[in-house]
Every structure is written in structure tokens, then in C-alpha cells.
């Protein structure tokens, strides 16, 4: 068991728990049982494990306007996309590759999201005060959450490119199905 795994999950609660504005540390996503995801399977509960090296409620992913800066929002999203009728487009305007590689969902959409996170993850976080990108690096290798795609041998990975980078050209294609 890695360090930190025992507090993360003892504090494994639902998406209003308080985080701290300051300071250092990791947090969990998870589901309170494993779900049959259309594309996956059934996959465990673990879903994804982040860090943050300021602040804890800036990664808080339930409070993010948009899914162009969450990689968490983005990789459920093109597992939902079918579920929530989400509709990828560009993170903002202008030819940037950025703007589309790190596509958002369309408003509605992503309230949508937000909602369907708010009622189906739990969430938990610990403070770090030093080395967190080793102690997030060894909670990725015991816990094998299934969005994050770096850190263990995910059987997933595969399936999670090919899904987000169908939501990339559906983006520049102007939401358009790709044929």
C-alpha cells in the first residue's frame, strides 16, 4: 500500500467536502461502486489521482467553468458523450492547436457533466508538504485509477486516446460527427 492511500481513502467523501484554497497535496476521484462504462467495461472504482503543488481547490475538477483545462472532465466526457449528449468543440476561440487538443464540451454539456459528477463521484484529498509528485506517482501505481494515463500499464490507455482524439477532430471539424 502506498503512503497516503489509508488517508485518501478514509476520506473518501462526496463532492462538497471542503479543500483547502492553500497548500500542496493529492486527491482521489472515485465511484462508490464500479460502473459499466459502454466503452470500458466494468472498471474499478478508483478513477483518477491528481496533485497539486499550490492549491488543492484549484485541481477541485467539480468547479471547473469548462472541461479545456481538466483532463479528468475531458477523459468522462468521451466516456458519457453518448449519455450526456456531449458535444465537443475548441477551448476558446483562435487557430491555436491547444484550443482543440484540450477541447471543452458545449455549455449545456457541460452542466450536464458537472451534475452527473456531482451525483456519482466521491471525492478525497490529503495534504503534502514535500516530494507530491512521488507520492502522487506511487498512489497512481497502488490504486490503478483508470482515467490517468501515465504511471501503471493502464489496459485502458489505448481506448481513452482513441475516444479523446475523436473528440479533437469532432472540435475542428465544428462539432460535426466525423465520418
Not at 478514509?10 to 460502473?35: D, K, Q
Request: proline fraction near 6%; charged fraction near 20%; glycine fraction near 6%.
Amino acid at each position: 500500500m502506498a503512503p497516503h492511500e489509508d488517508l485518501l481513502l478514509s476520506r473518501m467523501n462526496h463532492w462538497n467536502r471542503a479543500v483547502p484554497e492553500r497548500g500542496a497535496g493529492v486527491y482521489l476521484y472515485a465511484t462508490r461502486e464500479p460502473l459499466p462504462w459502454p466503452s470500458l467495461g466494468a472498471i474499478g472504482a478508483n478513477l483518477y489521482v491528481g496533485r497539486s503543488d499550490s492549491s488543492l481547490a484549484a485541481r477541485c475538477h467539480f468547479d471547473h467553468a469548462h472541461s479545456g483545462f481538466s483532463t479528468l472532465r475531458r477523459s468522462l466526457g468521451v466516456l458519457l458523450q453518448n449519455e450526456l449528449d456531449l458535444v465537443p468543440r475548441p477551448r476558446a476561440p483562435g487557430p491555436s492547436r491547444s484550443n482543440l487538443l484540450n477541447f471543452r464540451f458545449d455549455d449545456a454539456g457541460e452542466a450536464r457533466l458537472t451534475q452527473w459528477m456531482r451525483d456519482t463521484l466521491q471525492y478525497a484529498h490529503a495534504a503534502v508538504d514535500e516530494n507530491v509528485a512521488a507520492v502522487e506517482k506511487d498512489l497512481i501505481a497502488s490504486l490503478q485509477p483508470v482515467l490517468n494515463l501515465t504511471g501503471w500499464k493502464n489496459p485502458n490507455r489505448s481506448v481513452l486516446k482513441s475516444l479523446r482524439a475523436e473528440a479533437v477532430r469532432r472540435a475542428a471539424k465544428g462539432n460535426e460527427a466525423v465520418s
